[in-house]
């Protein structure tokens, strides 16, 4: 969908921008402009560092678009950016927190405690908790499986525990996976030259490889 703006905000500099939004009164079009339209793709690409699944792209923007403007709607966030760096390495990095923080919201699964069983009977397992108060402390453990997460070179990997984590079974994820492979366009085969079809023996083989893959990013 394209957006129609009351103003060309194309014609303007990032510094220009910023500043029409800082000004009294503040010009919301214009931070819309910037999320949706101008950093639209760095944003996109960040978010899908995380997740294939744009289900909560919207989401995730218009909590950075509230972030960016401030409860009291002063966009004191915004303000304090210096200038010490271009705008657009700035957003990366408030964008990324925000985006990892939304995710790790929508991986409670229902209420349910999920786990990652670390294969070690010494450590805990780790634990992604349902309490409704979140403490810094259980707030960063979450972030830090899905950076590690994302680190997971594997597409099917990414999809397969992210599904997981979300409450799916292994036959839903891989009927999920099949709709995915033909939007794409993607086609696969095993050692024996014949196309593969995701099912739940393929989800599951993928899941444990990418537990195993877990253990080893998150224990460095």
């Known amino acids: 969908m394209v957006l129609q703006y009351k103003r060309d905000y194309s ?38 560092r995380l997740t294939t699944d744009d289900t909560w792209y919207d ?3 218009d909590e950075l678009f509230i ?9 004191h966030v915004l303000a304090n950016f210096g200038w010490r760096s271009t705008f657009g390495y700035w957003l990366r990095e408030v964008a990324w927190n925000k985006f990892c923080e939304v995710l790790s ?39 830090m499986l899905l950076e590690a997460i994302c680190q997971l070179k594997d597409d099917d990997q990414r999809f397969a525990i992210l599904k997981r984590l979300e409450g799916y079974k292994s036959k839903e994820i891989a009927d999920m996976l099949k709709i995915k492979w033909k939007k794409l366009g993607i086609v696969k085969y095993n050692n024996d030259n014949e196309v593969v079809i995701p099912d739940e023996g393929y ?12 253990k080893i990013i998150m224990s460095n």
């Open 203 to 214: 989800i599951n083989v993928h899941i444990q490889r990418a537990k195993k893959e877990l």
């Open 105 to 143: 919201k929508l991986i409670e699964n229902g209420g349910k405690n999920v786990y990652i069983d670390n294969g070690n009977s010494e450590k805990p397992k780790l634990q992604l908790p349902d309490g409704s108060e979140e403490n810094f402390e259980r707030r960063q453990r979450k972030v």
């Open 67 to 75: 972030l960016l403007k401030g409860k009291d709607c002063s966009w």
């Open 11 to 48: 014609k303007f500099s990032d510094k220009q921008i910023v500043g029409e939004i800082l000004a009294e009164p503040h010009d919301d079009e214009a931070a819309v402009y910037l999320l949706r339209d101008r950093y639209a793709p760095l944003l996109r690409s960040l978010y899908r």
């Open 59 to 61: 989401d995730c923007v």
